[in-house]
């Protein structure tokens, strides 16, 4: 059964990524999983230097989720380069790497280094983390600036393709998207992480150190369907522009959802740390839907929903 699809140009043996910061580098998962059975594969954010991220504790467990304020702990470009992006030359999976920033200038630096790496197929610009305090999501909440550093970094990916990872923190996601497109944004990946807080009642504190955190997996699901469907009707359709739908994806049925929604692939995240190698089920899955639902190519089903 063939479910390969084009993903802004590049052909995708399947629909299904890794999300950022779920499967490190690739080595991490790889007793567990075979990168090479998904679509694409999408690195842990990377920013020029390296970074411990935040305090601890900066993960906890929430009903049907989890927060994480994680802060962009990486190894930084240089060590990225040496010993991560020779792990990464090995994939058939397409390889994103996820660019973070402070600046716009860091944003740009971190992509022209990385631009001429044959073993990378394309960036994504995290525009959208809800866990520091410079850079990320207060680069993606406001369109002009959301336009601005797309075209930036445009101007460095060379022949790669740029996807804008969007934040659901904000009014009206469609009006970021589009700033996103218009910038340059060859595709957009949607969502990342909704703001959230976990209160400890004996201490009257946050539990988490960074007192806030992302929420994530199967808790989102729905709001993220919902979102990439908007965000496909009033922008990706028309701008001829395909979707990286994310958000608690843990089983086929939750891809083929965001599918039908408008995802032309989706990116599997806080589902690995609970069963890791459940993405290339999730594959499986997908080509078993195909093949008893009589669908040729992935394409009949993006966007069709009634
Ligand atoms: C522990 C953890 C770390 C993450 N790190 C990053 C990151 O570095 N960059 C990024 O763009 N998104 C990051 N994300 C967000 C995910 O890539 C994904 O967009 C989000 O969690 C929604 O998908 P999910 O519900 O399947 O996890 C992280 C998520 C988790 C749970």
Not at 83 to 96: D, N, R, T
Not at 255 to 273: P, Y
Request: contains cysteine; charged residues 20%; proline residues 4%.
């Amino acid at each position: 059964m063939d479910i390969s699809v084009e993903f802004a140009g590049i052909r995708l043996a399947n629909p299904v990524f890794t999300a950022s910061g779920t499967c490190g580098y690739g080595d991490e998962l790889a007793g567990f999983m075979d990168i090479n059975a998904l679509g694409g594969f999408v690195t842990k954010s990377i920013t020029l230097k390296p970074r411990k991220g935040n305090a601890t504790p900066r993960i906890v467990e929430t009903d049907s989720g989890m927060l994480n304020a994680i802060g962009w702990a990486n190894v930084g470009l240089d060590a990225f380069v040496e010993e991560k992006l020779p792990i990464l030359e090995k994939f058939s999976a397409a390889v994103f790497v996820n660019v973070a920033g402070e600046t716009l200038d860091e944003y740009v630096t971190v992509v022209e280094r990385l631009a001429s790496e044959g073993a990378i197929a394309g960036f994504e610009l995290n525009v959208s983390c809800p866990n520091v305090v410079r850079g990320g999501i207060s680069f993606g909440t406001e369109p002009a600036q959301v336009a601005e550093i797309t075209s930036a970094v445009k101007k460095a990916v060379g022949e790669k393709v740029l996807m804008v990872k969007l934040s659901p923190c904000v009014t009206d996601i469609s009006e970021i998207a589009r700033a996103a497109v218009d910038g340059g944004g060859d595709a957009l990946s949607l969502v990342n992480t909704f703001t959230a807080m976990v209160i400890d009642i004996e201490k009257r504190e946050p539990v988490l150190a960074n007192r806030t955190g992302g929420l994530s997996g199967p808790a989102i699901k729905p709001i993220a369907v919902y979102l990439v469907n908007k965000v496909y009707n009033e922008v990706a359709k028309n701008k001829g522009v395909p979707i990286l739908g994310s958000g608690g994806i843990r089983t086929a049925t939750d891809a083929i959802e965001f599918i039908i929604a408008g995802a032309s692939a989706v990116a599997v995240g806080t589902a690995n740390f609970i069963e890791p190698g459940c993405a290339v089920k999730i594959v499986e899955g997908i080509k078993k839907y195909c093949a008893a639902h009589n669908i040729k190519d992935i394409k009949e089903l993006v966007g069709s929903l009634g």
